[in-house]
C-alpha cells in the first residue's frame, strides 16, 4: 500500500512540474517578441498609454516594475493620447524619468496621437519616434468652465452659496467671472503652462526660448515635429524597440515583454453598447470649483 502511495505522489509530482515547466515555456514565448530567448536574458519592455491620462497609479507602478527587473533593460512606451490632467501626467512623466536615472534607456513611440500630456509624457525619454501623421505637441493647459446663469433664471433656481474666503467658489457656474477671479485663474494656469515648457525644454535639450516659440497650443504633424526637434525620428513601433535595444547594448530583433493587458468590466460594455469612451457623464451636483486643469489637445 505505501508503495503505491508512494508512486501516486511521485507520479502527481512529476505532472505538477511538468506543468509548470510548459507553462513557463508558453508564457516565455508569448513574452519573448522576435528575439526569441526562452526564460532569461535581457528585454526590452513596452508599456502603453491609451487614451485621456486622468488616473496613472497601474501604469506607473508597470514602469517601476521593469525599473527594478534586472532582466529589462530598456523600456518603450508607446502613446495614443489626446493629454489629460495635468498631475498624473506629471508623475508618469517622473516615473520614467527614474527609469533613465536607473541606467535604463527609455524610447517613445507616438502613436495616432500623442498631444499635449501626452507629448509631455514622451520628453521623459531618451528617444522619441513618431510616425509622419502622428499629431503632437499642443503644448499648454486649458480650464472650461460653464455659465448658466441665465438657464437658472427661466427655469426659477436660484444657487445659493455660503462661503468664507474671497475664491473659495472660484468657478462658480451660476455667475459671471469677475476679472479678479480670471487673473487668479490665468496666474495658475501659466505657471502650469511655464511648467510645461520647462519640461520640453530639458527633456529635448532645447533653448527655453526656442520651445516658447511653437509652445502656443499648436497641434503637429510627426515630420513637422521632427523638423522642429520636438521628436528624434519618423519609425514605427518597431523602429523604437530596436532603438531602445541599442541604446542599451542589446542584440537585434531583441527580447521583448509586452505591454500588460488588463480585463475591464466597463470597457467591455461600454464597447457593446456605444458609451463614449470618457463613461456616463453623469454629474452628482453642481459644482463650484472641481474643474481641473488639462493637458489636452
Not at 507602478?61 to 502613446?79: D, F, Y
Not at 511655464?194 to 497641434?219: N, P, S, T, W, Y
Not at 500588460?260 to 467591455?268: E, G
Request: aromatic residues 6%; without cysteine; proline residues 4%.
Amino acid at each position: 500500500m505505501k508503495g503505491n502511495t508512494f508512486r501516486v505522489l511521485a507520479a502527481a509530482l512529476v505532472i505538477y512540474v511538468g506543468v509548470a515547466a510548459l507553462f513557463l515555456v508558453m508564457a516565455s514565448s508569448r513574452r519573448g517578441g522576435e528575439g526569441g530567448q526562452a526564460l532569461f536574458g535581457p528585454r526590452v519592455a513596452i508599456v502603453e498609454l491609451e487614451g485621456m491620462i486622468a488616473e496613472v497609479d497601474d501604469l506607473v507602478r508597470e514602469v517601476k516594475s521593469h525599473r527594478e527587473n534586472p532582466q529589462v533593460k530598456a523600456v518603450v512606451i508607446r502613446i495614443n493620447s489626446p493629454g489629460g490632467v495635468v498631475a498624473p501626467t506629471q508623475e508618469l512623466h517622473q516615473a520614467l524619468m527614474k527609469v533613465r536615472e536607473a541606467g535604463k534607456p527609455v524610447v517613445a513611440s507616438l502613436g495616432s496621437v500623442a498631444a499635449s500630456g501626452g507629448y509631455y509624457t514622451a520628453v521623459a525619454a531618451d528617444r522619441i519616434f513618431a510616425n509622419p501623421g502622428t499629431l503632437t505637441g499642443s503644448i499648454g493647459v486649458i480650464m472650461q468652465m460653464a455659465n448658466v446663469e441665465n438657464l437658472f433664471k427661466k427655469v426659477g433656481v436660484e444657487y445659493v452659496v455660503v462661503k468664507a474666503g474671497q475664491f473659495k467658489d472660484l468657478g462658480n457656474l451660476s455667475r459671471p467671472m469677475t476679472p479678479e477671479e480670471r487673473r487668479v485663474l490665468q496666474t495658475l494656469l501659466d505657471d502650469v503652462h511655464a511648467q510645461f515648457i520647462d519640461a520640453v525644454a530639458k527633456g529635448r535639450k532645447l533653448d527655453r526660448a526656442e520651445v516658447v516659440k511653437f509652445a502656443d497650443g499648436r497641434v503637429f504633424s510627426g515630420v513637422q515635429a521632427r523638423d522642429l526637434k520636438m521628436v528624434d525620428s519618423l519609425g514605427s513601433l518597431d523602429d523604437a524597440v530596436n532603438e531602445a535595444a541599442r541604446l542599451a547594448g542589446m542584440s537585434l530583433p531583441p527580447a521583448v515583454i509586452r505591454p500588460s493587458k488588463r480585463f475591464s468590466v466597463f470597457d467591455l460594455l461600454r464597447s457593446q453598447i456605444g458609451l463614449p469612451a470618457g463613461g456616463l457623464g453623469l454629474t452628482a451636483s453642481l459644482p463650484t470649483f472641481r474643474t481641473l486643469l488639462y493637458l489636452m489637445d
